[in-house]
C-alpha cells in the first residue's frame, strides 16, 4: 500500500526550493535519501512530516490528500508520524521525561510509559542518564535522546533526520539494528537521511538521491560528490573517499555530484578485457534480491552497487566476502 503519493509538489524555506515531480513511499519499506549538503533532504522530511506546506503540487497521505487548512486532520495525521527532524529541541527535563512526552501527551496509562520508555532507554545505551537533565547532555547522547523520543512511540511512520549524526561510533551499530527491528517487527514505514553511502545501503530497500532540490532516481544506489579533474585525454576523474577513482565522459570540471546506474556495472570474478576506463577491484559485502535479480554491494574503496542475475550470480559462485571486478564505461557515469 502506498504511505505517500507527492505529485508535483514544490516547498522549501527562503529561496531554495525542493521539487518532486512523482514519488511513492510504500508501506513497510525502507528509504535512505542522500545527496549533498543543502539538496533537500531535510526539506523532504518535513514535508513527510507535514510540517512544510508546498507552495503548489499535493501530497497524499494513504490514499487522501492532505488538506493544509484543516487544523484538526493535519494534526490527526502528524500522530501517525514519529519525525527527528534537523537539530532537534529537547525540554529542560530528564532523560526520561524528555523520552516519555510524546506518550503522556497520548495519554497512555502511567506503568506503560514507564514500560516502554524503560525499554527503549536500555536499548539505546540511556539507562545511566535517566535522570539527568538533557540539557546537560553531549551532542551524541542527546541525538540518541531525540530519537529514543521518536521511536517510542510505536507510529506506522519514522521520518528521521541523520539518525546517527554525533552518535559514538559504538553506539551506531545499535541504532542501526534497532531502526531494523521496528521495519522487521512493525511493518513500519522508516525514511531515514544521511550523509552515508554505506549507512544508505546497509540500511535501506531503496535509495533517494536528492540534488539540487530535485528527486533525480529513486533507484540509485551510486551517488558521490567530490571534485572532477581534467585528465590528459579530454576526459575527467572523481577520486572518492575510500581512494577509488571514476573516470566520466563530460565536460564539466569543478565541485560536482556523479552517479552510476547499477545496470550499467559488470561484474566479474576476474579483469575483463574492455574498452571500458572504469575498472574497480573489491569485496562483496552484501547481496540484496531485487524482484528477479540481484543487488551486490562491493566495497571498492566506496561501497559500488552493481546490478546482476541470479543466474549469472549462481554460475560464477559468488557469495559475500568474494573478491570481485567491477567494470563500466566513462560515458555510463552521469553529472547530477
Known sequence: MTVYALEDAVAGAGEFRLRVRDC????????AVVGPNGSGKTTLLRMLAFRLR????????????????????????????????????????SVRENI???????????????????????RLGLAALAA??????????????ALARALVLDTEVYLLDEPT?????????????????????????IVLSTHSQDQACRLSHHVVSVVEGEIR???????????????????????????????????????????????????????I??????????????????????????????LICAMITRRSFLDMGLNVGERVWLTFKATAVKVL
Open 100 to 122: 516519555a512526552y510524546g506518550l503522556k501527551v497520548r495519554g497512555l496509562p502511567r506503568r506503560e510509559v514507564a514500560s516502554r520508555v524503560g525499554a527503549i532507554m536500555e
Open 217 to 271: 532516481d529513486i533507484a540509485y544506489e551510486n551517488v558521490f560528490a567530490g571534485v572532477l579533474h581534467a585528465d590528459p585525454d579530454g576526459l575527467r576523474g572523481m577520486a572518492l573517499p575510500g581512494g577509488a577513482r571514476i573516470r566520466a565522459a563530460t565536460a564539466k570540471t569543478g565541485a560536482a555530484t556523479i552517479a552510476v546506474d547499477p545496470r550499467d556495472i559488470i561484474l566479474s570474478r576476474q579483469a
Open 132 to 145: 539527568r537533565n538533557a540539557h546537560a547532555l553531549s551532542g551524541g547522547e542527546a541525538q540518541r535522546v
Open 165 to 189: 549524526a554525533n552518535v559514538d561510533q559504538r553506539q551506531v551499530r545499535a541504532v542501526e539494528e534497532l531502526i531494523l527491528e521496528f521495519n522487521r517487527k512493525n511493518a513500519a514505514t
Open 273 to 302: 578485457d574492455s574498452s571500458a576506463l572504469n575498472r574497480l577491484t573489491g569485496t562483496i559485502v552484501k547481496i540484496e534480491d531485487a524482484d528477479g535479480t540481484l543487488r551486490v554491494f562491493v566495497d571498492a574503496g566506496a
Open 54 to 93: 508546498p507552495v503548489r503540487g499535493r501530497v497524499a497521505f494513504r490514499g487522501e490528500v492532505v488538506d493544509y487548512a484543516d487544523r484538526a486532520g493535519l494534526l490527526a495525521r502528524r500522530r501517525r508520524v514519529s519525525a527527528l527532524l534537523q537539530t532537534p529541541y529537547l525540554f529542560n527535563l
Open 24 to 31: 511513492a513511499i510504500e508501506q513497510g519499506r525502507v528509504y
